[in-house]
């Protein structure tokens, strides 16, 4: 029998909008640095890497910055890795997801990332 509270995930994830997809990405490499799991680092890392969008001008200062905690990463610098990545899942809960559910729930059509 499965895990009840992997089932509850899997399908959290499955019912997910991209943006929140994003925010669980973070909150799964966080999770893997207090775990000092660098493997699942590095994956959920290049997952991260291979969502970037570059039609934006950010999308190539978090590339490098995504790199930079793979290295961090190979190096067992977890706590590193999680000081830079918290205050970026911080930002982007507030800024992308927040205004998205606002403009949701204001009848808007919201936007694609």
Do not use: H
Request: hydrophobic share 35%; proline share 3%.
């Amino acid at each position: 029998m499965e895990n009840p509270q992997i089932k509850y995930q899997r399908q959290a994830i499955k019912n997910a909008s991209p943006t929140e997809l994003i925010s669980k990405l973070y909150d799964f490499a966080i999770q893997a640095c207090y775990q000092e799991d660098g493997e699942r680092l590095n994956r959920v890392l290049e997952t991260l890497i291979q969502s970037l969008n570059y039609d934006y001008e950010i999308a190539g200062e978090l590339y490098g910055l995504y790199e930079y905690c793979q290295r961090l990463a190979r190096q067992k610098e977890f706590d590193e890795v999680r000081e830079l990545l918290e205050p970026i899942r911080e930002a982007w809960e507030e800024s992308v997801v927040k205004d998205k559910q606002e403009t949701v729930n204001q009848g808007g059509r919201g936007f694609v990332v």
